[in-house]
């Protein structure tokens, strides 16, 4: 069955070091993969999305993600996290092509210490 | 420019009272989504449509029901309100391979 598991539940680094948010997939074909952004009470954002191509994609906020096929994993990181990225991150990739449906990982909650 | 729209932001239902939770999008777009989001548990997709006329049942479907009679609109319906269908809900419409999303609707069923 298709899945995606993001293993880290909560995660707290402090502001202006890296950030690495985790993300596997279980899925036959590559699959187009997206990263969102939900800040509290808010709606969801596109971060960046893969569909094809460079494996390293860049996306908004200083964001950028890396494909890689033989772990099945779309990683999202940032070089220096701001007090303004804490939010819940979420992974989806897109299953059954372009107009396929998303499947969202259960979230990483991400929290900055000054 | 508006997006995804939906209505209302927060409703507080009592158990077996229904209501519609409405969307809206002005991006002409052909496929929209239905989500219910649940603490600690991501997005689960509830319905979705191809298009005007056409509807189609997500991951978790029961208890609820949709329509699409036009492209802008796809309203979900909850009939006998049940208190495990408190949640955030989410629209989304999707163009290619990107989707857009409102801002959520916050139900409550006491």
């Known amino acids: 069955a298709q899945s995606v598991t993001q293993p880290d539940i909560h995660i707290t680094v402090s502001e202006g070091a890296s950030l690495e948010l985790r993300c596997n997939y279980s899925?036959?074909?590559?699959?187009?993969l997206f990263w969102y952004v939900q800040s509290p009470g808010q709606g969801l954002q596109l971060l960046l999305k893969y569909f094809s191509g460079d494996t390293l994609v860049q996306g908004i906020k200083g964001f950028e993600a890396e494909f890689k096929r033989s772990q099945s994993s779309f990683n999202l990181r940032k070089p220096s996290v701001h007090w303004s990225d804490a939010a819940e991150y979420f992974c989806a990739p897109k299953i059954g092509g372009s107009q396929g449906n998303l499947i969202f990982g259960k979230g990483t909650k991400l929290s900055v210490k000054p | 420019n508006a997006g995804v729209t939906q209505t209302p932001k927060f409703r507080i239902l009592k158990i077996g009272q229904s209501m519609t939770l409405q969307c809206t999008q002005d991006?002409?777009?052909?496929?929209m989504y239905w989500y219910r989001q649940d603490p600690g548990m991501g997005l689960k997709l509830i319905y979705y449509s191809v298009g005007a006329g056409i509807t189609d049942k997500g991951e978790v479907p029961n208890g609820y029901n949709v329509s699409r009679s036009t492209t802008e609109d796809f309203p979900l319906r909850l009939e006998l309100a049940a208190p495990s269908q408190t949640s955030v809900y989410f629209c989304a419409s999707s163009y290619q391979a990107e989707a857009f999303f409102g801002q959520g609707t916050r139900l409550t069923v006491v």
């Open positions: 899925y036959g074909a590559t699959p187009y």
């Open positions: 991006m002409n777009h052909n496929y």
